[in-house]
């Protein structure tokens, strides 16, 4: 290249520099187990820590049915006496007048509106449950975090309280003769607050409708009965970080395990009181009341972690049931989504709060802004074509938005959400940016703090621009009208399930997507494939429109090139970028969509970015869209391969005395390229041609080395060791063919350097 050729490169597009943050990242922790056939008497591994003794406890069997107690660092049940359990029943659901709150899913059959009071009140049916495939043989529950708990009451009473592993309802061979009539199973530990603390199993016939069998209670149109309770020390609501309950059935005897920072006790008895061990695939943990139907009631600012192990003879995790069976609640709410793992422990785990939150759901997926969407399984894309789309089709639930251009915002590159929609049943529910909410065909209006029930069992409820639509399923849209445009949030009542639409993943994955004919995709994908393949897979006729009611024009149109918040006016870009940095957003993918909304929708617009965890991975954005423009070469690093620092060494150019790169990318698992405004340095560096040019998002200029410099090199500094899956080096697109010769390495510490891919020449050009 001339001198001439070499100052017309130097000015380029606007200079983007992006901070790089590290993916964190959250990881569920197993605990070592003892098999379930280990001997009932078996010595203690003299290695085996307090907490994996406990683990090994909780799947140890007793030796025949009575009560039993254990002590660290022992591995045998020593027989104890048995007590007599409470007198006193721990409803199921909807068991009476002093039962609690419903999802709003299953509240009143009646149509109407009634009040809007807050439901996600967990107890009486408002929990997250853990299902299996076939049959658990256990499950123990814990709390993993517990965070500003300092005191509870139950009925007035300090620390009054329960603790229960639910079995979900069963066929029982006890029904036999009676319609409608299931088995239901408790593990419980009582904890009165004052007076004895117990754990025992309570064994339910739910409908009966006559009268009970010999030895069984009444309760409404139920019978229960207790197993023999073992004596527990009572334990204050500030131990529950060290409480765990667990609940083992086989053909003979069921066992209830409660384990202490003292030690374990257990009960054991006959397990065809109800059979529970042909019928077992469900279970709740949760903390309630002490039976009757109350209330735990817990201080302002308490959060916890409620962990459900199973076991079923796989390490597959467990599938999240929006569900809970026992009619005892507390004052906390469910918040957000549960997380899921699998391995020898499989659990499930949600967080509880005062604070108040969105539906709970067991997956949830969104399409917020200008307009980005994030699948069920954590992928996230930018979306800006103009239509109606089904955004996800389950079994229950229908939800489609439609996309209308950013023109009359002033920005014609972007689009926004016009209208969203959602048919759960026989319900078609629309929420429109103009027209408000649409109720079958019928514009209705519902106050703040309303609620409206439908016949078939859905529910609407309004808070402020807020419209939450939920069915029995627990499935659930929720709509947020802002000036001009819609935000949209999807939750899915059973997780996993086979869901389609721009809001999945292909079956089986997250990191890949699925036309409406079945075609997976790679990611990240190219404008072409995310538009006129995919987008337009989903793209929904005007005869199966559900936003239709809401009267906007249907546009048909994608487009012919992203919008990326690089393209901003640089004073408004800074300004928005700024905004988005004071509310503590810093994923780069996320502070890209951030700032992008700020800019074309306002200041309010960062409010949905608050908080959000970065995306699992990246579909189509501007920082996995690759270098804009150019001539790209990728190249692949070995697997497994975790570094701060990358590093090009170049020993040839066919066309130059100096190496040359115009774009330096470095791809994590997420597909983000981490070098993009990373801190880079060169060995060597031509007059005017600074390394900085590599990292700047701009193929109209670029780095070149000293000529006769060989070898030299060009070296990104990630911030932090980050998985990295591959390199990319981009040249101007018009520049003439060239050979260039270069090897890969990584580092740690920016000292001790390995080499990743050896030396190789890559052609760049036709």
Aim: proline share 6%.
């Amino acid at each position: 290249m001339s001198s001439d050729d070499l100052s017309a490169r130097r000015h380029g597009r606007i200079r983007r520099i992006l901070g790089v943050v590290a993916a964190v990242v959250a990881a569920l922790v197993t605990t070592m187990l003892v098999p379930p056939g280990t001997a009932a008497g078996s010595s203690s591994p003299s290695a085996m820590t307090t907490q994996q003794w406990h683990s090994a406890m909780t799947q140890l069997a007793t030796p025949a049915k009575g009560c039993y107690t254990a002590s660290y660092p022992s591995l045998a049940w020593q027989s104890t006496g048995c007590a007599a359990a409470p007198d006193r029943p721990y409803a199921p659901k909807d068991g009476g007048a002093a039962a609690g709150p419903h999802l709003p899913a299953v509240a009143s059959r009646g149509a109407g509106k009634t009040a809007g009071a807050t439901p996600y009140v967990v107890g009486n049916g408002i929990d997250y449950s853990a299902g299996v495939s076939g049959l658990m043989t256990g499950a123990t529950g814990s709390f993993t975090t517990v965070s500003g708990v300092t005191s509870e009451t139950g009925g007035g009473v300090a620390n009054s309280y329960s603790l229960q592993l639910n079995s979900a309802p069963f066929t029982s061979p006890v029904c036999a003769g009676h319609a409608g009539c299931q088995g239901w199973e408790q593990f419980i530990f009582s904890n009165p607050g004052s007076g004895s603390s117990a754990a025992f199993i309570q064994f339910w016939i739910l409908n009966y409708f006559t009268t009970c069998p010999a030895g069984w209670s009444t309760y409404l149109s139920h019978c229960y009965r207790n197993g023999p309770a073992v004596a527990v020390a009572s334990q204050p609501i500030t131990n529950l970080a060290s409480l765990s309950l667990s609940g083992n059935v086989n053909s003979t005897t069921d066992t209830v395990v409660m384990t202490t920072g003292g030690g374990s006790v257990s009960a054991s008895t006959t397990d065809s009181t109800l059979s529970l061990s042909a019928g077992w695939n469900a279970v709740e943990f949760m903390i309630g009341g002490n039976g009757g139907g109350s209330q735990a009631h817990f201080n302002p600012g308490s959060t916890i972690t409620v962990q459900t192990v199973t076991h079923n003879g796989t390490t597959d995790a467990p599938t999240c049931l929006t569900e809970g069976f026992t009619g005892e609640t507390n004052n906390l709410n469910l918040v957000s989504t549960p997380a899921y793992a699998a391995g020898a422990s499989p659990s499930i785990r949600s967080v509880q709060s005062n604070i108040l939150t969105s539906p709970p759901s067991c997956a949830a997926a969104h399409g917020t802004g200008d307009t980005h969407l994030e699948t069920f399984g954590g992928t996230y894309y930018d979306f800006q074509a103009e239509g109606t789309f089904t955004l996800a089709r389950s079994s229950a639930m229908t939800v489609q938005s439609n996309q209308v251009s950013g023109a009359d915002l002033g920005w014609p590159g972007a689009s926004v959400n016009s209208a969203v929609a959602t048919q759960m049943g026989d319900d078609t529910v629309a929420v429109c940016s103009e027209r408000g909410l649409v109720v079958n065909g019928t514009a209705t209006s519902l106050a703040s703090g309303g609620a409206i029930s439908l016949p078939s069992g859905d529910r609407i409820v309004r808070t402020g621009s807020q419209y939450v639509v939920t069915d029995p399923q627990g499935d659930s849209m929720v709509a947020t009208v802002n000036p001009g445009y819609v935000d949209v949030n999807v939750g899915l009542g059973t997780y996993p399930q086979p869901v389609v639409g721009l809001l999945a993943n292909a079956p089986g994955t997250n990191n890949k997507l699925r036309t409406s004919t079945g075609t997976v995709i790679s990611i990240p994908v190219d404008l072409n494939t995310l538009y006129h393949v995919y987008g337009d897979s989903w793209r929904v006729p005007d005869s199966q429109s559900l936003v239709a009611v809401c009267g906007d024009k249907p546009e048909v149109a994608d487009p012919t090139a992203p919008f990326w918040e690089n393209q901003l006016p640089k004073e408004l870009h800074d300004k928005a970028k700024a905004i988005c940095q004071q509310d503590a957003v810093r994923d780069a993918t996320l502070l890209e969509a951030c700032t992008l909304d700020v800019a074309v929708l306002g200041e309010g617009a960062a409010t949905v970015f608050i908080g959000e965890q970065a995306p699992a991975n990246v579909a189509f954005s501007e920082d996995t869209a690759g270098p804009k423009g150019g001539q790209n070469v990728a190249v692949t690093l070995p697997a497994g391969v975790k570094e701060r620092y990358v590093r090009l060494s170049f020993t040839g150019n066919s066309m130059q005395t100096g190496a040359q790169t115009a774009e330096f990318a470095v791809y994590d698992t997420a597909n983000r390229n981490l070098a993009l405004g990373a801190p880079v340095t060169a060995g060597s560096t031509a007059a005017g041609l600074p390394a900085t040019n590599a990292v700047d998002g701009n193929t109209g200029t670029y780095w070149q080395g000293t000529p006769g410099a060989w070898p030299t090199t060009l070296t990104a500094d990630l911030g932090a060791a980050n998985a990295v899956t591959s390199v990319g080096i981009t040249l101007p697109s018009d520049w003439p063919t060239r050979t260039q010769t270069l090897s890969v390495l990584g580092s740690a510490d920016g000292t001790k350097w390995e080499t990743l891919v050896g030396p190789k020449t890559y052609t760049w050009g036709s």
